[in-house]
Structure formats: C-alpha cells, structure tokens
C-alpha cells in the first residue's frame, strides 16, 4: 500500500500562496494507482532536467527529489513569474506489501514514472485443504 507522508503538506501550500513565502521545496503533484500486481506513481515535472532527478528509498520511505532552474537570460525585463522554480521533493511511504527493490522508474514528457511490484508475501494466493477419506473405527 502507498500512503502520504505529510499531513501538513496543504496548509504550507496556502501559507506560500498567501505570504508569497516558501517554507519548503515546491511540491510536485502526483497520481498513484494499483493495477493487479503492480502500483504505478507519475508524478509531474515539465522542465526538469533528468539528471537533476534523485529516488532514494530507505526504510520503505520513497523520496523523489528535482531541481528546475530560472533559465540563463542576461538582460531581460521579468515580467511574469508564475512557475515554481528550484528544488521539489515527495516522499511516500511503501508499506511492507511493495517491494521497493524492484521498483522502476522512467522519465518522459515532463513525467517521471514509478512501477513498484507488489511483494511476493502480499500477493492473494490458494491455501490447499487437505481432506482426510479414512471413517473413524467405532468400538463396540
């Protein structure tokens, strides 16, 4: 199971929005869906240099880490600035049921792309019964 890691996440967004302060780096915005034995996570980042991107996962906490930087423009005038520039980060948590060794990761169209395998031990799978046929001896 995939969870979210931080609570407070939303209050910092409408606090920079309405201070026009940053009190963390900017966060990227993310879809996460299980389909059968995999999880697939995409999280959005136009402009990003791939290089720039950094997964680590340590104790089943996921963290994605990017940079995108102001272009190199010597004078200009700015008159808009309305993207979020400089470092992003996530982190999730993988639950025990994932099996972070094996994840995959991609990069295409401004979008990174994750594949987590559902762990072995979390899969569904059939228990046998076992089924005894021989009648019990009754004394007489």
């Given at each position: 199971?995939?969870?979210?890691?931080?609570?407070?996440r939303e209050f910092?967004?409408?606090?920079?929005?309405?201070?026009?302060?940053?009190?963390?780096?900017?966060?990227?915005?993310?879809?996460?869906?299980?389909?059968?034995?995999?999880?697939?996570?995409?999280f959005d980042l136009?402009?990003?240099?791939p290089d720039s991107?950094?997964?680590?996962?340590?104790?089943?906490?996921?963290?994605?880490?990017?940079?995108?930087?102001?272009?190199?423009?010597?004078?200009?005038?700015?008159?808009?600035?309305?993207?979020?520039?400089?470092?992003?980060?996530?982190?999730?948590?993988?639950?025990?049921?994932?099996?972070?060794?094996?994840?995959?990761?991609?990069?295409?169209?401004?979008?990174?792309?994750?594949?987590?395998?559902?762990?072995?031990?979390?899969?569904?799978?059939?228990?046998?019964?076992?089924?005894?046929?021989?009648?019990?001896?009754?004394?007489?």
């Amino acid at each position: 199971m995939l969870m979210r890691t931080d609570p407070f996440r939303e209050f910092d967004r409408l606090a920079e929005q309405f201070f026009g302060t940053t009190t963390r780096p900017a966060m990227m915005r993310m879809d996460a869906y299980r389909d059968g034995d995999w999880f697939h996570v995409h999280f959005d980042l136009p402009g990003v240099d791939p290089d720039s991107i950094d997964l680590t996962v340590e104790r089943n906490i996921l963290t994605v880490r990017a940079e995108r930087r102001h272009p190199e423009v010597k004078e200009a005038e700015q008159v808009i600035a309305e993207r979020p520039m400089g470092t992003f980060s996530r982190e999730l948590f993988l639950g025990d049921s994932l099996d972070a060794d094996k994840l995959e990761a991609s990069y295409d169209s401004g979008v990174l792309s994750l594949r987590i395998p559902v762990a072995d031990h979390a899969k569904p799978r059939r228990i046998a019964v076992a089924a005894h046929t021989g009648r019990r001896a009754i004394n007489a």
